[in-house]
């Protein structure tokens, strides 16, 4: 079992940053691929970025691709999104999401998930 909580968002002017921070419980968080998915209102929840246990791997949406960097600690259980260059478009709940097996990009496919957390770009 792992739980999930995200912190980190807010409001930010266009062209700002933020990092998004998940913390982790559970005994064996560090074998999970560890996922960040966001939800605009009215749309679906979308894949954002993921990584692999080792850190090694690092796959992104191409709508976030050369902005956003996942990163994560696994000795502190932690996974980060740091978001720079932000446009209005990236608003959206954030949601960190862990995966016990392959990776992987749909929604369905992660088995634990976080409460979220807003983030809001103005123009």
């Known amino acids: 079992q792992v739980q999930l909580v995200e912190s980190g968002g807010g409001l930010v002017q266009a062209g700002g940053s933020l990092r998004l921070s998940c913390a982790a419980s559970?005994?064996?968080?560090?074998?999970?691929?560890m996922g960040w998915f966001r939800q605009a209102p009215g749309k679906e929840r979308e894949f954002v970025s993921a990584?692999?246990?080792?850190?090694?791997?690092?796959y992104y949406a191409d709508s976030v691709k050369g902005r956003f960097t996942i990163s994560r600690d696994n000795a502190k259980n932690t996974v980060y999104l740091q978001m720079n260059s932000l446009k209005p478009e990236d608003t959206a709940v954030y949601y960190c999401?862990?995966?016990?097996?392959?990776?992987?990009?749909?929604?369905?496919?992660?088995?634990?998930w976080g409460q979220g957390t807003q983030v809001t770009v103005s123009s």
């Open positions: 999401a862990a995966r016990n097996g392959p990776f992987g990009t749909l929604r369905n496919e992660y088995n634990y």
């Open positions: 559970g005994r064996t968080f560090s074998s999970y691929i």
């Open positions: 990584i692999t246990w080792s850190g090694g791997n690092t």
